[in-house]
Antibody, heavy 117, light 105 residues
Framework: QVQLQESGPGLVKPSETLSLTCTVS????????WSWIRQPPGKGLEWIGH???????NYNPSLKSRVTMSIDTSKNQFSLKLTSVTAADTALYYC???????????WGQGTTVTVSS | SYELSQPPSVSVSPGQTATITCSGD??????VCWYQQRPGQSPLLVIY???KRPSGIPERFSGSNSGNTATLTINGTQAMDEADYYC????????FGGGTKLTVL
């Protein structure tokens, strides 16, 4: 069964860039969409965007100006960069496999990112 | 941008039927998925393509989608079903509903 593991700093200063990486294990990164979803404390799920294994991307319009996703198929990894962060970006960040049209069928355990000076 | 609306909370007695709705413009023309999130856990896909259950999901979970409303139904609700439930659909981007807290009491 495919497993996902997020990695990256748990604390980011305001105005700086949040960077996370997700490692895909026990499965191929090819032929799927790979996404980032976040969940602020006590709130609901927010889709940040996805990247296809070919490198094609689609981002949440509300975050598009600050988001960049990339993928490294040789390392079975994909990454998220979110610029100019504020306290509103504090959340649990999940990397997931978005198996369109069958749903988000694999979730990482999530990593907490706090934006604070 | 496309929006999905869910009731913030639903309550049900053990053994009864729980119904959670998800509303969106012409939602019936899109595939809807449902996710269960228990406290402290990652979400779990319980329904995809409106009404299909992934392997391992109990038969008491079912879904439907028509018009502007998709519905998640849990028959014979158990205490273990108490969780947050999110609907999700695809438009020009991937969209989640705001979530519904299901209380079994």
């Amino acid at each position: 069964q495919v497993q996902l593991q997020e990695s990256g700093p748990g604390l980011v200063k305001p105005s700086e860039t949040l960077s996370l990486t997700c490692t895909v294990s026990d499965g191929s990164i090819r032929n799927y969409y790979w996404s980032w979803i976040r969940q602020p404390p006590g709130k609901g799920l927010e889709w940040i965007g996805h990247i296809y294994y070919t490198g094609s991307t689609n981002y949440n319009p509300s975050l598009k100006s600050r988001v960049t996703m990339s993928i490294d198929t040789s390392k079975n990894q994909f990454s998220l960069k979110l610029t100019s962060v504020t306290a509103a970006d504090t959340a649990l960040y999940y990397c997931v496999r978005e198996n369109k049209p069958y749903g988000v069928d694999v979730w990482g355990q999530g990593t907490t990112v706090t934006v604070s000076s | 941008s496309y929006e999905l609306s869910q009731p913030p909370s639903v309550s049900v007695s053990p053994g009864q039927t729980a119904t959670i709705t998800c509303s969106g413009d012409k939602l019936g023309n899109k595939y809807v998925c449902w996710y269960q999130q228990r406290p402290g856990q990652s979400p779990l896909l319980v329904i995809y393509q409106d009404a299909k259950r992934p392997s391992g999901i109990p038969e008491r979970f079912s879904g439907s989608n028509s018009g502007n409303t998709a519905t998640l139904t849990i028959n014979g609700t158990q205490a273990m079903d108490e969780a947050d439930y999110y609907c999700q659909a695809w438009d020009t981007s991937t969209v989640f509903g705001g979530g519904t807290k299901l209380t079994v009491l």
